[in-house]
């Protein structure tokens, strides 16, 4: 028999979610954002859940080629653009769009030779200081792009550092608003958290990305659960032995964790190995039999240990979640130190994936 860890991908809360992210945006167009492998839960596997979208946008040519390949027709946006100018010819053969973020992209794009017209988004750096032209030269970016041939559309974007957080997206909206006040052009502007919280930011176009997951933005549970989002993966597996701890004695590798009277623990077939973090501490929950209990001292490669003290129907077979459709990523992750992002595009391609 394999060992038990899996990880679900629940097909049908993908679909919910852009439905609700939809009904949250109305009158602005969707990208879908599928980057990382959308996000750890297999971009092979789920874009067919998310084809009510506008578009997708990811990072890698390699991601929008399988798309086109596997039936998608739709606009594909590359949010990064291309990083050397033999790329364009892949980025004209499959139709995609571009992001153009630097004055090295459009150098690039002066020179290139494509077949059909090439729809570019012009980023710009309105405070994150990432990627992006400064405000103060969009103007000339703009009309370079707008006198090539071989450019159609022009959309104009940013991206929000804060748009999560007390800072909010003032100070950045504005400056982007300001660069853009002569320029008729779409505007893309939302992300996850500004789908959510910030709506005069929808402009014509969004880009969610966690939310379509079930996740929050801000790695707190608690700050979506009116949303009526729901989860698209659970990590799942089983109690594989039961340990009977004496006062006094220590479980795991550094003993970090010493029983202070006689307790009941389980040990689960997961470890950091499949994507679980190490770094989680003792108190981290897991989801036992129906019910929340907690992680005890370190986790190794392949196993982790969890409290089964007020558990006393829990056994050998028992199933655990580690996190899902009972224990919210977000929650786990708070716990550990991390983000539910990492937790969800950080599970091992050993463990196997079911599809529901």
Not at 202 to 224: E, F, K, N
């Amino acid at each position: 028999m394999p060992r038990p860890i899996h990880a679900t991908v629940h097909l049908s809360a993908l679909t919910h979610n852009l439905r609700q992210i939809r009904q949250q945006t109305r009158g602005a167009k969707i990208w879908s954002v599928v980057k990382a492998n959308a996000y750890g839960h297999g971009l092979g596997r789920v874009w067919p859940a998310l084809e009510e979208t506008d578009g997708f946008a990811l990072l890698d040519i390699d991601e929008a080629i399988l798309l086109r390949k596997q039936g998608w027709e739709g606009p594909i946006l590359l949010l990064e653009g291309f990083f050397q100018a033999q790329d364009l010819a892949l980025i004209d053969q499959y139709r995609l769009t571009t992001v153009i973020h630097c004055e090295h992209q459009l150098q690039m794009l002066q020179h290139a030779q494509l077949s059909q017209p090439l729809d570019i988004y012009l980023k710009v750096n309105s405070g994150m200081h990432r990627l992006g032209f400064m405000p103060e030269d969009l103007m000339a970016a703009y009309h370079s792009a707008r006198a090539l041939p071989h450019v159609g559309q022009i959309t104009l974007m940013t991206h929000f550092a804060n748009a999560d957080n007390h800072l909010g997206v003032e100070p950045q909206l504005a400056a982007f608003n300001a660069a853009c006040t002569d320029i008729s052009a779409p505007r893309c502007l939302a992300n996850s958290a500004a789908v959510l919280w910030h709506p005069h930011t929808h402009a014509d176009w969004v880009r969610p990305g966690i939310v379509l997951y079930g996740a929050s933005p801000t790695g707190r549970w608690q700050d979506i659960a009116d949303a009526n989002l729901r989860p698209a993966m659970s990590l799942n597996s089983e109690i594989i032995a039961i340990q009977n701890m004496a006062t006094g004695d220590a479980i795991g590798y550094g003993s970090r964790y010493q029983a202070n009277q006689p307790q009941r623990i389980g040990i689960v077939a997961c470890g950091y190995a499949d994507g679980y973090p190490r770094h989680a501490p003792s108190g981290t929950p897991v989801w036992v039999n129906g019910a929340r209990t907690s992680l005890l001292g370190a986790v190794s490669m392949d196993m982790l240990a969890v409290d089964l003290s007020e558990l006393p129907d829990a056994q050998i077979g028992t199933p655990v979640e580690l996190w899902g459709q009972n224990l919210p990523v977000d929650d786990v992750a708070q716990s550990a130190g991390t983000i539910g992002y990492e937790l969800l595009c950080a599970v091992a391609q050993r463990v196997p994936v079911i599809i529901r």
